[in-house]
């Protein structure tokens, strides 16, 4: 094969893959090989120069950069939309079109209205020629260089009968996606982020250095025809599209054709169920009269067609202002800062407070107190503030110079529903209260991990009746468990005298308990039944756990701690910042008041025995007559660790049927495999 004709084969190939990738949605390579083949031919071009035309795929890479765009006038006007924003609005404009040709109903093409840039574009015998943006509709800007780098847009047609002169009409939008992956790359340059994919778009199409243009990934949808000189037209808009789509232009997939106006609210309705769910944004539908004769008939009116009308969904963005910034305090104690906000309706509905997420998004947005800010809501999502308006932000007079009215927001230092020190989490964005015991806020949480099986293990003290408890007064703090009555519990919804009795026979039974499930119970951050009880083992006693965390110098009562095996500084600071809140030391206090008891011994004994002693097991497989927990329990008992995955630290894996991965790691790295009897062995215990 010639270069000439592999150089045809490759422009052939790469306008197939882009069709099927851009247009029929069913890509049959992998972005590799699509890259392996533009190379190819790339360096083809690159030793014969001849071979490089208007339209191969390697024209979308972008050349100098220019000086500025030029003028593109349209020989078709660029013309604007009437928009409908109600439902009355959508069934006046079905009449009026009904009436004007004197039928009974009309057939539309709908689809959805893409929130991005319209342009239009030129082809001459099936070749991109040129391309522009809609301006002010009559004279628009040359972008020629910069939507040759879109991939969606084909630079030369498919088919062989293809007109002379070809002008279409679409949208060019930047995909969810692409957008998030634009924003993390401005994140990581240090970079100012875009607001939306729309401005993200518009701001890539409009660069004078096609270069940047391709290196943000753009899309198009195909959405009309405003000329076809030297070719046959279809008889309608949704045969037009179909035609385009045979072409080589990707079209919405959304289309569709309805009949009159309840047609068309069902295809509204249907639209914005979906909206959220969609790769892209879009702010309404597009509903057009789908003869073409019939579009002749009615005409214009002004700048807009009477054959045409978009039905706008409820604004997802507005502006208004900031009133104040308040602190929330979720389930887990984790504190949001929410802007509290002068109303706005948004999204189809009135807003007055929106998320600010955490304190590093409130400093990255620079939002204070007075902004105006820019609130978004689409579909269901709660409101979030998008960011600050700086010019105009309030001023005052300070020593003759303006300055910004308001501070930079702080996250408190105590928590503002329990007054709990707040607690920054190591590496993380979150700040947390640490009164898990107290903090009305947490209260359900923490009420319901205290009495799971893992912890104090309650039968029958459930989400719904922790609920309604909390709700009527019956429950503040785990504490207060150990003191309800048959008397209290019969007057709650739905709770019949026997329920009553049978909870609390479970909670009597529950105070009678170890001290892992003590402290697992208590709901320390980052403590979890494993560091529960290995915090157990270490201390021997609550009160000697206590004693390490609140010692007066910090460094010593952190490195205390960390003394226990596989305890780090996260989980240690955790553990003294709950124990020096001395409402959490109350709760304790009171629980051992209600007669919660716990076995404990001295910690030298602990550590002095056991055959497993310093041994880190894994379990993996059913074993003939152990469950997973009677092992670990078994493992535990004789001063060994049970570790969920096996690494070179493993010095036994004890399989059972069907092991599985981690049977194959622990033969891969030469550790020792044991079965029940082996393990049984290990231990000193024999079958029951």
Same mark, same amino acid.
């Given at each position: 094969? @010639?270069?000439?004709?592999?150089?045809?084969?490759?422009?052939?190939?790469?306008?197939?893959?882009?069709?099927?990738?851009?247009?029929?949605?069913?890509?049959?390579?992998?972005?590799?090989?699509?890259?392996?083949?533009?190379?190819? /031919?790339?360096?083809?071009?690159?030793?014969?120069?001849?071979?490089?035309?208007?339209?191969?795929?390697?024209?979308?890479?972008?050349?100098?950069?220019?000086?500025?765009?030029?003028?593109?006038?349209?020989?078709?006007?660029?013309?604007?939309?009437?928009?409908?924003?109600?439902?009355?609005?959508?069934?006046?404009?079905?009449?009026?079109?009904?009436?004007?040709?004197?039928?009974?109903?009309?057939?539309?093409?709908?689809?959805?209205?893409?929130?991005?840039?319209?342009?239009?574009? &030129?082809?001459?015998?099936?070749?991109?020629?040129?391309?522009?943006?809609?301006?002010?509709?009559?004279?628009?800007?040359?972008? @020629?260089?910069?939507?040759?780098?879109?991939?969606?847009?084909?630079?030369?047609?498919?088919?062989?009968?293809?007109?002379?002169?070809?002008?279409?009409?679409?949208?060019?939008?930047?995909?969810?996606?692409?957008?998030?992956?634009?924003?993390?790359?401005?994140?990581?340059?240090?970079?100012?982020?875009?607001?939306?994919?729309?401005?993200?778009?518009?701001?890539?199409?409009?660069?004078?250095?096609?270069?940047?243009?391709?290196?943000?990934?753009?899309?198009?949808?195909? %959405?009309?025809?405003?000329?076809?000189?030297?070719?046959?037209?279809?008889?309608?808009?949704?045969?037009?599209?179909?035609?385009?789509?045979?072409?080589?232009?990707?079209?919405?997939?959304?289309?569709?054709?309805?009949?009159?106006?309840?047609?068309?609210?069902?295809?509204?309705?249907?639209?914005?169920?979906?909206?959220?769910?969609?790769?892209?944004?879009?702010?309404?539908?597009?509903?057009?009269?789908?003869?073409?004769?019939?579009?002749?008939?009615?005409?214009?009116?002004?700048?807009?067609?009477?054959?045409?009308?978009?039905?706008?969904?409820?604004?997802?963005?507005?502006?208004?202002?900031?009133?104040?910034?308040?602190?929330?305090?979720?389930?887990?104690?984790?504190?949001?800062?929410?802007?509290?906000?002068?109303?706005?309706? *948004?999204?189809? *509905?009135?807003? #007055?407070?929106? #998320?600010?997420?955490?304190?590093?998004?409130?400093?990255?947005?620079?939002?204070?107190?007075?902004?105006?800010?820019?609130?978004?809501?689409?579909?269901?999502?709660?409101?979030?503030?998008?960011?600050?308006? /700086?010019?105009?932000?309030?001023?005052?007079?300070?020593?003759?110079?303006?300055?910004?009215?308001?501070?930079?927001?702080?996250?408190?230092?105590?928590?503002?529903?329990?007054?709990?020190?707040?607690?920054?989490?190591?590496?993380?964005?979150?700040?947390?209260? #640490?009164?898990?015991?107290?903090?009305?806020?947490?209260?359900?949480?923490?009420?319901?991990?205290?009495?799971?099986?893992?912890?104090?293990?309650?039968?029958?003290?459930?989400?719904?009746?922790?609920?309604?408890?909390?709700?009527?007064?019956?429950?503040?703090?785990?504490?207060?468990?150990?003191?309800?009555? &048959?008397?209290?519990?019969?007057?709650?919804?739905?709770?019949?005298?026997?329920?009553?009795?049978?909870?609390?026979?479970?909670?009597?039974?529950?105070?009678?308990?170890?001290?892992?499930?003590?402290?697992?119970?208590?709901? &320390?951050?980052?403590?979890?039944?494993?560091?529960?009880?290995?915090?157990?083992?270490?201390?021997?006693?609550?009160?000697?756990?206590?004693?390490?965390?609140?010692?007066?110098?910090?460094?010593?009562?952190?490195?205390?701690?960390?003394?226990?095996?596989?305890?780090?500084?996260? *989980?240690?600071?955790?553990?003294?910042?709950?124990?020096?809140?001395?409402?959490?030391?109350?709760?304790?206090?009171?629980?051992?008041?209600?007669? *919660?008891?716990?076995?404990?011994?001295?910690?030298?004994?602990?550590?002095?025995?056991?055959?497993?002693?310093?041994?880190?097991?894994?379990?993996?497989?059913?074993?003939?007559?152990?469950?997973?927990?009677?092992?670990?329990?078994?493992?535990?008992?004789?001063?060994?660790?049970?570790?969920?995955?096996?690494?070179?630290?493993?010095? %036994?894996?004890?399989?059972?049927?069907?092991?599985?991965?981690?049977?194959?790691?622990?033969?891969?790295?030469?550790?020792? &495999?044991?079965?029940?009897?082996?393990?049984?062995?290990?231990?000193?215990?024999?079958?029951?």
């Amino acid at each position: 094969m @010639t270069a000439t004709e592999r150089a045809q084969a490759l422009r052939e190939l790469l306008n197939r893959y882009n069709i099927e990738y851009y247009v029929l949605d069913s890509p049959t390579v992998p972005d590799a090989e699509y890259d392996k083949l533009f190379r190819e /031919l790339e360096s083809l071009e690159n030793e014969h120069p001849a071979l490089r035309t208007p339209d191969s795929p390697t024209q979308r890479v972008g050349g100098r950069p220019l000086d500025a765009f030029e003028p593109a006038i349209h020989a078709v006007p660029m013309l604007s939309l009437n928009n409908a924003f109600s439902d009355d609005d959508l069934i006046s404009f079905d009449r009026r079109a009904r009436e004007a040709l004197g039928v009974e109903s009309v057939s539309y093409d709908v689809g959805p209205k893409f929130d991005g840039l319209a342009i239009t574009l &030129i082809y001459r015998n099936g070749v991109f020629e040129s391309g522009a943006t809609r301006g002010d509709g009559s004279t628009g800007e040359n972008v @020629t260089a910069n939507l040759k780098t879109v991939r969606a847009i084909p630079l030369r047609l498919r088919g062989d009968r293809l007109p002379a002169l070809l002008e279409v009409r679409g949208e060019v939008l930047m995909l969810r996606a692409d957008f998030d992956r634009l924003n993390a790359d401005q994140d990581a340059r240090g970079d100012k982020r875009f607001v939306n994919p729309r401005n993200a778009a518009a701001g890539a199409l409009r660069q004078l250095d096609s270069r940047i243009t391709a290196s943000r990934r753009l899309n198009f949808f195909a %959405y009309g025809i405003a000329r076809c000189e030297g070719g046959e037209m279809p008889a309608t808009q949704s045969g037009a599209m179909a035609w385009l789509k045979t072409l080589g232009f990707p079209v919405s997939k959304l289309a569709a054709r309805v009949d009159g106006a309840e047609g068309l609210l069902d295809y509204y309705r249907h639209i914005g169920e979906l909206r959220p769910t969609l790769p892209f944004d879009i702010d309404g539908v597009v509903y057009k009269v789908d003869s073409f004769a019939d579009q002749e008939k009615l005409g214009f009116v002004s700048r807009a067609p009477r054959w045409a009308i978009a039905h706008k969904f409820p604004a997802e963005e507005a502006l208004t202002v900031v009133e104040g910034i308040d602190v929330q305090v979720g389930r887990t104690g984790a504190l949001t800062p929410v802007a509290r906000l002068q109303p706005v309706f *948004v999204g189809g *509905v009135t807003v #007055t407070n929106a #998320t600010l997420h955490n304190l590093d998004e409130v400093h990255r947005k620079d939002v204070r107190v007075g902004d105006t800010v820019i609130v978004r809501r689409a579909g269901d999502v709660i409101p979030e503030v998008v960011g600050a308006l /700086l010019e105009r932000r309030p001023k005052e007079t300070v020593a003759g110079e303006e300055v910004p009215k308001y501070a930079p927001f702080a996250m408190p230092t105590t928590c503002p529903v329990c007054g709990s020190h707040v607690a920054r989490e190591e590496g993380a964005a979150a700040y947390r209260c #640490t009164g898990g015991l107290v903090c009305s806020a947490q209260r359900k949480q923490a009420l319901l991990h205290f009495a799971s099986r893992r912890a104090m293990d309650i039968e029958g003290l459930g989400d719904k009746l922790v609920d309604q408890m909390v709700d009527v007064g019956l429950l503040r703090t785990p504490a207060d468990i150990y003191k309800l009555g &048959i008397l209290k519990l019969a007057e709650l919804e739905r709770m019949a005298e026997k329920s009553a009795a049978n909870l609390l026979a479970s909670i009597d039974k529950s105070r009678n308990t170890t001290l892992q499930r003590v402290i697992y119970a208590l709901g &320390i951050r980052n403590v979890g039944e494993s560091t529960a009880k290995d915090l157990a083992r270490h201390f021997g006693k609550l009160d000697g756990l206590i004693e390490a965390a609140t010692l007066a110098d910090e460094a010593a009562a952190l490195a205390a701690i960390q003394a226990v095996p596989d305890v780090g500084p996260i *989980v240690a600071k955790s553990i003294r910042d709950f124990m020096l809140e001395s409402h959490n030391i109350e709760v304790i206090e009171q629980l051992r008041a209600g007669g *919660v008891v716990w076995a404990e011994s001295d910690p030298s004994e602990l550590l002095a025995t056991g055959p497993l002693l310093g041994k880190t097991l894994v379990v993996t497989g059913t074993l003939p007559s152990l469950s997973r927990d009677e092992a670990k329990a078994l493992i535990e008992a004789a001063g060994g660790k049970v570790a969920g995955s096996v690494s070179k630290k493993t010095d %036994y894996v004890v399989a059972g049927e069907a092991a599985g991965s981690k049977l194959d790691k622990a033969q891969e790295l030469g550790i020792a &495999i044991v079965d029940e009897a082996g393990l049984r062995a290990l231990v000193g215990s024999q079958p029951a």
